[in-house]
Nanobody, 127 residues
Framework: QVQLVESGGGLVQAGGSLRLSCAASARTFSNYALGWFRQAPGKEREFVAGISRSGRSTDYADAVKGRFTISSDNAKNTVSLQMSSLKPEDTALYYC????????????????????WGQGTQVTVSS
């Protein structure tokens, strides 16, 4: 069982930055592929960014490419999402997710493929 706890959300003006963090309880954190998703009111939860268990491979949704960066720290059991040039349309509840993964460089992008989820942290971007 893996517990995930997100932090770092808040209110920011358009063009600003925020850094989200997710702390994981997994004993073997490096065995998990990790991801960030977001869900705006009235919309489906959508993929934002993913990182392989090795930490070397990443993927991003087109809407955030060039603005967001996902990273992981196996020593601290954390996965982070650095968000820059924020836009009002980035407003959502952000979730981190984890999946036990055998392949070192595989990135999980589908919501249905993740086994563990955090409770979410709210990001609000004002115009």
């Amino acid at each position: 069982q893996v517990q995930l706890v997100e932090s770092g959300g808040g209110l920011v003006q358009a063009g600003g930055s925020l850094r989200l963090s997710c702390a994981a309880s997994a004993r073997t954190f490096s065995n998990y592929a990790l991801g960030w998703f977001r869900q705006a009111p009235g919309k489906e939860r959508e993929f934002v960014a993913g990182i392989s268990r090795s930490g070397r491979s990443t993927d991003y949704a087109d809407a955030v490419k060039g603005r967001f960066t996902i990273s992981s720290d196996n020593a601290k059991n954390t996965v982070s999402l650095q968000m820059s040039s924020l836009k009002p349309e980035d407003t959502a509840l952000y979730y981190c997710a984890a999946r036990f993964e055998v392949l070192a460089e595989y990135i999980v992008i589908h919501r249905r493929d993740y086994n563990y989820w955090g409770q979410g942290t709210q990001v609000t971007v004002s115009s």
